[in-house]
């Protein structure tokens, strides 16, 4: 039961691009998105989160986009650098305390310098 | 910077035995988490727990596993008796509220 599903297992962008990593979501109760930057042997990094009453979030080189229509969600990075290879994870959530967030399953970015 | 700290950080046990793993969440957050991630699988949550008591479980979260708050700063996982489909890493986390949960970095379980 795939309720939240990131399609591009991998993704390559040169260094000062635009990285874009985008995620779907089937269950149109969830109102509060995570994404989350994991190195392996470590646990996920909170980036950047978004709510229902958002269609945008931005925090420096990142930006989160909220298509609450399409039931999609996208991260832009601006620009890539070589630091922000990682594997990256979207997640949601209906939005009160203690609920479970469903996470996709990965996006691995890739910056070549 | 506070951060959500784990032990051990790998844990090899034989089917059947039963473990602990440990946690220590941020010490003002309010919520704490137990997830896993079977190698090459999404992460998959396992429970919530607030105010001493569980607020959420998956289906995962069977009579073979509990979790408790034994004193004002740990937050344990015990699995009773191991099998060989819970080797996984186990990350714990911990939030203040509806905010974003922080992770811990794992604890990897291998069951022989």
């Known amino acids: 039961d795939q309720q939240v599903k990131q399609n591009s297992p991998s993704l390559s962008v040169q260094e000062g691009r635009i990285s874009i990593l985008n995620c779907d979501y089937t269950?149109?109760?969830?109102?509060?998105f995570l994404w989350y930057k994991k190195y392996p042997a470590e646990g996920p990094t909170f980036l950047i989160s978004?709510?229902?009453?958002?269609d945008k979030n931005e925090d420096g080189r990142f930006t989160v986009f909220l298509n609450k229509s399409a039931k999609h969600l996208s991260l832009h990075i601006v620009p890539s650098q070589p630091g922000d290879s990682a594997v990256y994870f979207c997640?949601?959530?209906?939005?009160?305390?203690?609920?479970?967030?469903?996470f996709g399953t990965g996006t691995s970015l890739t910056v070549i310098p | 910077e506070p951060e959500v700290t784990q032990t051990p950080s790998h844990q090899v046990t034989q089917m059947g035995q039963e473990v602990i793993l440990r946690c220590v969440p941020i010490?003002?957050?309010?919520?704490f988490y137990w997830y896993r991630q079977i190698l090459g699988q999404k992460v998959e949550f396992l429970v919530s727990?607030?105010?001493?008591?569980?607020?959420?479980k998956s289906e995962i979260f069977d009579d073979q596993f509990s979790v408790e708050r034994p004193d004002g700063s740990n937050f344990t996982l015990k699995i009773r008796s191991t099998k060989l489909e819970d080797s996984a890493m186990y990350f714990c986390?911990?939030?203040?509220?509806?905010?974003?949960?922080?992770f811990g970095p794992g604890t990897r379980l291998t069951v022989t």
């Open positions: 986390a911990s939030s203040e509220g509806e905010q974003a949960p922080y």
């Open positions: 997640a949601a959530s209906g939005s009160r305390a203690g609920n479970q967030f469903y």
């Open positions: 727990f607030y105010n001493n008591e569980i607020s959420e």
């Open positions: 269950n149109s109760m969830f109102d509060y």
């Open positions: 978004i709510s229902s009453i958002k």
């Open positions: 010490s003002n957050h309010l919520y």
